[in-house]
């Protein structure tokens, strides 16, 4: 209960300082996982703060730099989710790309294959098509 007349912000702020730096790390798990306690912002304190503490009416005198921060939050939060996004398709893009060059190495393998039992080979493998995919896997490979 706030019977200090202290604002939201403040009450966010010295609850913040008085935790454990283990509990910091706990409060941040979600939104914030990516970051050092000692990172935040104000606003982004007293978030996690309303988030602990729902009965706790919002700070409603908010200051220019008040929503300033709250936008820079929702961006830094978007940013976060594009940056583990981007790692994320870099991991897909690299898998993909060792698993294109090894169906690689094999194409380029196949038309020695063929030399061994021209006729046989020939009845199991469409030999232009291999040739076909090799140079396509080559070119993926390239780019």
């Excluded at 996982?33 to 729902?54: A, V």
């Excluded at 196949?110 to 006729?119: D, E, F, T």
Aim: proline residues 3%; negative net charge.
């Amino acid at each position: 209960m706030n019977t200090d007349n202290k604002t939201t912000r403040e009450l966010a702020l010295k609850w913040w300082n008085d935790i454990t730096h283990s509990e910091k790390g706990l409060y941040m798990e979600g939104d914030f996982k990516h970051r050092h306690p000692q990172s935040l912002t104000g606003i982004e304190i007293e978030h996690i703060y309303l988030s602990e503490h729902p009965t706790q009416p919002e700070q409603t005198d908010d200051t220019y730099i008040d929503k300033l921060e709250r936008e820079i939050f929702r961006t830094q939060k978007q940013v976060t989710k594009k940056d583990i996004e981007m790692e994320e398709l870099k991991e897909q893009n690299k898998l993909l790309r060792e698993a294109l060059a090894e169906i690689h190495g094999f194409l380029k393998v196949l038309p020695a294959l063929r030399l061994g039992n021209k006729q046989g080979f020939d009845e199991c493998v469409n030999i232009e098509g291999v040739k076909e995919l090799e140079l396509l896997a080559s070119k993926a490979l390239n780019q």
